[in-house]
Structures are given as structure tokens and as C-alpha cells.
């Protein structure tokens, strides 16, 4: 009996760690504890040992605040990259989404979150203070924030901060979405689709 109630707290464990992972719910993580249960040898081996590796190796770049295996990040250190043009992102998500266009070839910044009053977050629990140390007059500061209340706040208080060191400061453009119909899009989407319109 005492084998059985150990094997099953180390299952209820596992489901209750998958289920901490963002998307899954306790069904979920039951689902994919007994895939992995099932597969030992072809996934859940080779994924332990690839989380104890990841858990080992990887850290967040002390310049850009990227993940990486090294100090300073391949990105970083990579030298074809523009080393004048530093595009501000909340978090790696946003990064990575970025970095799969391959249409932007400058640096990053990873804030670590965005300003929230109500949850408690003001500057000194991002990584503002490190971003402004990378300004000067010949770099160009890209706001790359989420279109939120909270990002908005924030890319205002940035770009207040970035102001003295004499950066270019820009943003992200927004407004319609390649594909988009008009009629499906939000208030708040269109005006700033308006304000942001250019000659052709």
C-alpha cells in the first residue's frame, strides 16, 4: 500500500507541476502526465534531461536581459547586428516573436514586465535603469510595447526618461492588420489606424 500511495503522490505531484504551465488546467496536465508516462523512453527521459540542462545552463543576458547560454547573449555579441537601434520589448515572448520576421537586425531590451499600479510594479522592478545606461545621442530607442493601459504607461515613461540622453525615440506602428477587415475591428484600433495614416 505504501509503494502505491508513493508512486501516485509522485503523479499527483507531476500533474500538479504541468498544470502550473501557462494553457494547461488540471485535465490538461493529467492528459499529458500520462502521455509522458507512456512515451518514458522516447519523451519523458530525453525532457528531463533537457529541463535539468536548461535549468543548469541558460541565464538572462546582464546587458539586454535576453535567455541565453552565455553573457552576453548571441544576440549581443553578434556584430552584424546595429548596435544603434535597441527595441524596447515587455517580455522573451515578444522578443522571439520579433526576431522571427527577421525584419528587424538592431539589439533588444527586456523590460521584465510593464508599469501596473495595481499590481504593485513601478520602475525599480524593471529593468529601466540598465536600458537608460544604453542610450546616447546616436542611438535610436524603438518602443515595442503592448497596445495596453499598462504599456502605453510605460512606453510614456520611457520615453520621458529617454528624452535627456538625446536618443531618437519611436514606436511601433498600429492600425489596421495586414488581412484585417474594418468591420471587425475595435474602436480604439481604427482611431489610432487614422492617426497613424501616411501619404501614398
Known amino acids: 500500500m505504501g509503494a502505491i500511495q508513493a508512486s501516485m503522490s509522485e503523479l499527483d505531484t507531476l500533474i500538479q507541476l504541468l ?15 500520462l502521455f509522458l508516462i507512456k512515451r518514458r523512453e522516447q519523451i519523458m ?33 553578434d556584430p552584424e547586428r546595429d548596435a544603434t537601434a535597441i527595441c524596447v520589448v515587455e517580455d522573451l515572448a515578444d522578443l522571439w516573436a520579433l526576431e522571427r520576421t527577421g525584419a528587424f537586425r538592431g539589439r533588444y531590451h527586456v523590460l521584465g514586465g510593464t508599469l501596473s499600479a495595481l499590481d ?39 520615453a520621458d526618461r ?23 475591428l475595435d474602436e480604439g484600433t481604427l482611431t489610432a489606424a487614422l492617426k497613424a495614416r501616411r501619404e501614398v
Not at 498544470?19 to 492528459?31: F, I, N, T, Y
Open 120 to 158: 504593485g510594479i513601478g520602475p525599480d522592478e524593471l529593468n529601466i535603469a540598465r536600458l537608460i545606461s544604453r542610450l546616447g545621442p546616436d542611438t535610436e530607442l524603438i518602443l515595442a510595447l503592448n497596445a495596453t493601459v499598462d504599456g502605453q504607461t510605460t512606453a510614456h515613461y520611457i
Open 162 to 184: 529617454a528624452a535627456a540622453t538625446g536618443a531618437k525615440i519611436s514606436r511601433l506602428a498600429q492600425g489596421v492588420p495586414i488581412g484585417g477587415e474594418l468591420d471587425y
Open 19 to 33: 498544470a502550473k504551465l501557462p494553457g494547461l488546467g488540471p485535465r490538461s496536465a493529467r492528459r499529458a502526465a
Open 45 to 77: 527521459e530525453p525532457l528531463a534531461g533537457a529541463l535539468a540542462a536548461a535549468a543548469a545552463a541558460v541565464r538572462p543576458c546582464s546587458t539586454c536581459g535576453n535567455l541565453d547560454t552565455a553573457d552576453p547573449c548571441a544576440i549581443c555579441r
